[in-house]
């Protein structure tokens, strides 16, 4: 008896399938997008912090060529504020009042034929403000805390006792900077009526949240109202909210009865597409004399704006980050006069991490513990609040392979103690993770004729690749050569799928495909269940192999048949089916593990058995400082990933570097200015640095662990887990060179030069 032998695709590296269109120039993104009779929008913003527009001078600008429109709060029609979504708020409509909250928000707009014609219009025209006092620090009396019912404060034992019955403790405070998240493409919306039916491009990680909210803000059948983006671009986070130029485009477009382009200049993106807000944080660690963690204290105060809703949980990640029986954390907001804060790659966990993770090495010093070993000892084996054991946890895995690789036994561990020529050298790690995040999702699979497979969801694609992953996948589950499969994405007409963030998207959206692509099988099993005129008839989708695009039966490889066959017997130009993503913990009659092209039922842990795990990482960053003149490389990292099931190994590595990158730049460079009055500084990439390829030295990225047991697909969110714990592993490597700690970030020569000082006289 023969069986049939397939290859997975699913788990071997490839190259991306929408690769070729980027590197062409070819691929279409929004900024890209024009059509016939298309008019230019342009924005005008507020030079004042506080307060409310006395006068909007606008004659001179209706009345320079080619204007079209000047729309400001005077005669802007009333725009209503966008729906709840399930990350909040959204943010309030656009030129409704006379009210300033912070520098740059939008006060006017400009129509005109062309965007040089938009622009020089907008130039005349002269806004007078009755200025307010801004709010713009912490400490200011007048400043209001928030405290929001999804940031609860969080206590479990008793942490005051613990911590002064601790044998050594530590309390430290740790600042992040503000930052902007500043993809190289702007931000743009082209919107086009017809009647009510609105068409609109938008640079957005999330088409049907920008649908939905449109048809609030202007009283329309969602059904009429479609978003197109095949292509986004960089993101980062700030992608995730349908920010006010959104439905501005769409107004103008309205007004004008012209489809209209709105294209974000770079200092607009440092104002209008929110931003990582900063933080201050205090960290009160408590521990037995052989390094038993007993206490964790963790309070964070960052910023929000006057009057947004953001869900920015800063202390989130460390109520499970280690097995101490006594830990409380507290999250509070100050409003201030600042542009509307965003999500920005790992929201909270990157700027929790860094505290965390630095008052843990600074621990390990203390105790006089290697800061590995102390890790180790205090490994959260179940999870610390339930009990439960984790889905899945190769953490201490992570530990010990990427310490081999890095070498970290040669490490000297006294400060200040390593070399390489003129430079001080110094080795420093830390621990990275992601709370686990699987929204539900739906899909359609449909098997053509000519033997083609079309697999679509309303998803986007900010660039981790679930273009080539979903087809790879597809690919595997309908037993259709990859480069016959087709995945669309990336319209909100497509089935529902949740937004790009929070690393969610390829469990919700692969566990959707793939789940939709068995029972597309299943249906054609059905199809020929009682066809005398196939060799299939009778089968079971149990017996059976999908290869070379169609099915066989698994114990006679002679007793098989093509989809195009199956399709062209019944009369039937295509088979197609709809699906959904079950979720995590649960089974489905779609819940198969699909390998090597067999069908292996599937069964969740028993409910209330497992604590579903995020992702882990345990970074290792080797740094040269220069004593003289304060700078700090980043010479090598190795980290060590438990992403669950990797399905494409290079577009997963390349995700990781991403990660690496932007905490290079987070640590070390990134930080977004103001002056006294609340005006930004940093309005360009000249002024507001981030991390480029050359300092993206020698990175090592190493993927352990297994596929986690919640879900049929295994696999867990590393889009965003490398920035996790990254800045932490540097600032730590900073130290071990220099024996000098810096809690406040980015570390900039400045603040280098300061602490180098002292050891120079």
């Not at 992608?239 to 004008?256: D, M, N, S, Y």
């Not at 960053?621 to 290079?650: C, M, Q, W, Y």
């Not at 965003?720 to 700690?741: D, F, P, Q």
Request: aromatic residues 6%; neutral net charge.
């Amino acid at each position: 008896m023969s069986t049939a032998m397939t290859v997975d695709v699913v788990g071997t590296a490839r190259d991306r399938v929408d690769g070729r269109l980027k590197v062409t120039g070819t691929a279409t993104y929004p900024i890209d997008v024009t059509l016939p009779g298309m008019a230019h929008a342009v924005l005008v913003q507020s030079t004042a912090t506080s307060g409310r527009i006395r006068h909007i001078a606008v004659d001179a600008a209706e009345r320079a060529p080619g204007v079209l429109a000047v729309i400001t709060h005077v005669n802007a029609p009333a725009l209503a504020r966008g729906p709840m979504t399930p990350s909040g708020p959204s943010p309030l409509p656009p030129l409704q009042s006379d009210v300033v909250l912070y520098y740059g928000q939008h006060v006017a707009m400009v129509v005109a034929e062309t965007r040089e014609q938009a622009q020089a219009a907008a130039a005349l025209i002269e806004t007078t403000y009755e200025r307010g006092t801004p709010v713009l620090s912490y400490d200011d009396p007048r400043a209001s805390r928030v405290s929001h019912p999804w940031t609860p404060d969080y206590v479990r034992g008793d942490v005051p006792r613990a911590l002064a019955a601790a044998d050594v403790q530590v309390h430290e405070t740790y600042t992040t900077a503000e930052n902007t998240n500043n993809p190289i493409g702007l931000f743009a919306t082209v919107a086009v009526w017809n009647g009510d039916a609105l068409t609109v491009h938008d640079t957005t990680q999330w088409p049907q949240g920008v649908r939905d909210s449109l048809a609030v803000a202007f009283g329309v059948d969602p059904a009429g109202v479609r978003v197109l983006v095949p292509f986004v671009g960089g993101a980062f986070g700030a992608g995730l909210r349908v920010w006010p130029h959104v439905p501005l485009a769409a107004l103008a477009a309205r007004t004008t009865k012209r489809p209209v382009k709105l294209v974000l200049t770079r200092a607009q993106m440092f104002t209008s597409v929110g931003h990582r807000p900063n933080t201050i944080q205090q960290l009160s660690l408590g521990a037995s004399r052989d390094g038993r963690l007993t206490a964790i204290e963790h309070i964070s105060t960052s910023s929000i704006g006057m009057s947004d809703e953001l869900i920015n949980i800063i202390t989130n990640g460390t109520l499970d980050a280690y097995a101490c029986p006594n830990v409380s954390t507290r999250a509070t907001q100050i409003r201030q006069s600042i542009p509307t804060p965003g999500w920005m790659r790992a929201p909270g966990e990157a700027e929790g991490s860094f505290a965390l993770e630095s008052a843990v090495d600074e621990l390990s010093y203390a105790l006089g513990i290697d800061p590995i070993e102390l890790r180790v000892k205090n490994h959260a084996h179940v999870h610390p609040e339930s009990g439960l054991p984790w889905s899945s946890n190769a953490l201490m895995d992570c530990y010990r392979r990427g310490a081999e690789r890095f070498g970290w036994s040669a490490r000297n561990s006294q400060p200040r103690s390593m070399r390489k020529g003129g430079q001080l050298v110094g080795c420093g790690m830390a621990r990275g993770a992601l709370v686990a995040y699987q929204p539900p999702c739906k899909a359609i699979a449909s098997i053509r004729r000519d033997g083609t497979a079309f697999v679509r969801s309303g998803a986007t694609d900010i660039g981790p690749g679930p273009y080539t992953v979903m087809t790879m996948l597809a690919a595997d589950c309908l037993g259709v050569p990859v480069e016959r499969v087709r995945f669309g994405l990336g319209d909100s007409a497509m089935p529902r799928a949740p937004q790009e963030g929070g690393s969610g998207l390829t469990g919700a959206l692969g566990n959707a495909v793939h789940a939709t692509c068995v029972s597309l099988v299943r249906a054609f099993v059905d199809l020929v269940s009682d066809d005398e005129g196939s060799p299939l008839k009778g089968c079971r989708l149990e017996d059976i192999t999908v290869r070379n695009g169609g099915i066989q039966i698994t114990d006679d490889p002679a007793r098989f048949e093509t989809y195009t066959d199956i399709l062209t017997r019944h009369g039937r130009d295509d088979l197609t089916i709809e699906g959904e993503s079950a979720p995590p913990g649960e089974t489905s009659s779609a819940s198969m593990i699909v390998q090597a092209g067999r069908f292996i039922p599937y069964t969740a842990p028993s409910t209330g058995t497992r604590a579903h795990a995020g992702g882990y990482a345990a970074h290792f960053v080797e740094v040269h400082v220069d004593p003289d003149f304060g700078t700090v490389r980043v010479a090598r990292v190795v980290s060590a990933i438990d992403g669950g099931r990797i399905l494409n190994p290079k577009t997963a590595r390349s995700q990781i570097i991403g990660g690496i990158a932007m905490g290079i730049g987070m640590a070390l460079l990134e930080e977004t200015v103001s002056d006294r009055t609340g005006r930004l500084v940093t309005t360009s990439l000249a002024e507001y640095v981030i991390a480029v390829n050359a300092d993206v030295r020698d990175v090592d990225v190493l993927f352990v662990g297994e596929p986690d047991s919640m879900t049929p697909l295994g696999t867990k969110g590393v889009g965003e887990l490398a920035i996790t714990g990254m800045a932490a592993a540097i600032a730590n490597a900073v130290y071990h060179a220099t024996g000098m700690r810096i809690r406040s970030l980015p570390i900039s020569i400045e603040k280098m030069l300061g602490q180098l000082a002292p050891l120079r006289r």
